[in-house]
């Protein structure tokens, strides 16, 4: 099985990058990459030329992306969806993930 791999978007706080790393995950925030400030779309691009899943709060937006890369015929390596606040709780919860068919 493959190991997850995260880019963590401008809209997650950056301890949870922080944490996840202490517990053995490899998880980048866009801060950390020097990142800030660029569109939803530069952040999916870079996550897929990472090979990295992204982590983001935007909903919105994030659903639309990928919206977009599936009637485009383009793959990314996932995108995880969490509403903000529930981290604290549990991710899983209240949390949606697009596909990632061409993960090895």
Known sequence: MAKITLLLDEDVRPILGEILRQR???????????????????????AVSQRRTILTHNIRHFRLLNQRYHEEGR?????????????????APSSSVFGAPHRR
């Open 24 to 46: 053995g995950y490899d998880a980048v925030h866009v801060l950390d990459a020097g990142r800030t400030g660029q569109s939803d779309a530069e952040q999916l691009a870079y």
């Open 75 to 91: 793959q990314h390596f996932g995108i995880l969806l969490s509403a903000p606040g529930t981290a604290k709780r549990s991710i």
